[in-house]
């Protein structure tokens, strides 16, 4: 067999297990909050519980991301990190005890956090030196997350949301079959390139810091979105159907998003801030709509400015990212950057979140939202306006491919 022949196998398993992983984390995100007020926990509750999640990866995802850098081996993390979640996820479905979720819960954080990132990393260190884009592998997840929730909504009303756990594992082992198919993901870096000095350069950038900064401001009110939108559309009376139909809006057309942004987003540092200021206020107005909007229906319609929202914020920070840090540190990139709109954001997003979403009502939610990302929007003006010159790095290398 040719070593090109090999290789598309290879990308092939890569887009496959893309699919199923984002699949069977779409299922969990979409469904598990109904499955836990199933079981009889309140929103607050809900909203602190999940929000252990962002807790657990601070500390876990940059130790996930050390390991990656330092073996060189992005696959053995997915697959360790695959089938930690898998195994502890089980024992939550068979567990009744308040108590004995949320701490069940934080042991399922520590595998799943590293799954998205890791997923991330291994594609760009596949890619890297081939005629291949980032947003070519990366719609596979979202046709994964989109059409998975479509179709487990449906399942659900049949079966009740008592059996989450049926659909979930069905996709998730298929995912973790496939993980051990794998490219290793060896990139370009050497091995004697890594040292742990180098560290300094990934949090001692101040634009990155920036990034991460501004992050933090934006990601917070779609952590809230994904988090509680399901309960909204309930609360509205909209059936299990519906809040699947609501996720499938919100990732079914990310895949041409990447692909435009692929060919068209120029890879320079300056024009993608500007690009971050534009999504920022995409998503403020996207937030105020939200906020006016009081069926399903409409609510369905919305979701899909995600696929816009979330999904070019997503792939320009990724390509900035590449572009303010070192190659052989991409890995510990990505999971710094992955922490400041799912890490720091999201711990924010369950507490006050589920506080507002009971206390104060889903209309003021979204309108404080729609305002705190319109502060986003200026941040990223202001740290565009305070950049001298581009930045770059040889882990541009990555994005800077050429066209098909």
């Known amino acids: ?96 005890s308040e108590s004995l979720i949320y701490g069940a819960m934080l042991v399922f954080f520590i595998f799943q956090s590293p799954l998205f990132i890791q997923s991330n990393s291994l594609i760009l260190s ?45 996709v998730m082992i298929l995912s973790i079959l496939f993980a051990f198919t794998l490219p290793r ?56 159907s519906a809040v699947g139909w609501s996720v499938f809006a919100t990732a079914i057309l990310e895949a041409p998003v990447f692909l435009l942004l692929d060919r068209y987003l120029k890879n320079d540092t300056k024009p993608m801030v500007v690009w971050m200021a534009v999504v920022s206020l995409l998503y403020s107005v996207r937030w105020l709509l939200m906020s006016l909007t009081g069926n399903p229906l409409g609510i369905i319609a919305i979701q899909l400015m995600h696929c816009v929202t979330f999904g070019a914020y997503y792939y320009i920070g990724t390509r900035l990212t590449t572009r303010l840090i070192p190659h052989e540190y991409l890995s510990t990139g990505q999971a710094v950057y992955g922490l400041s709109w799912s890490g720091a954001s999201g711990i924010i997003a369950g507490t006050l979140g589920g506080w507002m979403f009971q206390e104060l009502g889903t209309r003021t939610l979204y309108q404080i939202s729609a305002g705190v990302t319109l502060l986003g929007m200026v941040a990223f003006l202001v740290m565009f306006k305070m950049m001298k010159t581009p930045s770059s790095s040889a882990s541009a290398q990555a994005f800077s491919i050429s066209e098909d």
């Open 1 to 96: 067999m040719s070593g090109d022949t090999v290789q598309q196998a290879g990308f092939v398993k890569l887009k496959a297990f893309n699919f199923l992983m984002y699949g069977a984390i779409g299922i969990y995100s979409t469904f598990f909050a109904l499955y836990l007020k199933h079981i009889g926990l309140t929103t607050i509750e809900i909203g602190a519980l999940l929000s252990g999640g962002p807790v657990v990866s601070l500390i876990a995802n940059p130790i996930w991301a050390y390991w990656s850098d330092r073996l060189n081996n992005n696959r053995l993390i997915l697959i360790i990190a695959s089938i930690g979640a898998f195994a502890v996820m089980q024992g939550i479905f068979l567990i009744q």
């Open 126 to 170: 596949v890619i890297a030196g081939t005629g291949y884009k980032f947003g070519s592998f990366r719609q596979w997840g979202s046709l994964g997350w989109a059409v998975s929730a479509a179709a487990a909504g449906p399942v659900i009303g049949k079966i009740g949301i008592g059996q989450l756990w049926i659909i979930f594992d069905v």
């Open 185 to 240: 993901g060896s990139g370009s870096r050497k091995q004697d390139s890594f040292s742990n000095a180098g560290y300094r350069r990934v949090f001692m950038n101040p634009q990155f810091l920036a990034l991460l900064l501004i992050g933090i401001l934006v990601s917070v009110p779609n952590i809230i979105n994904q988090t509680f939108v399901g309960l909204h559309i309930k609360d509205l009376g909209g059936s299990d």
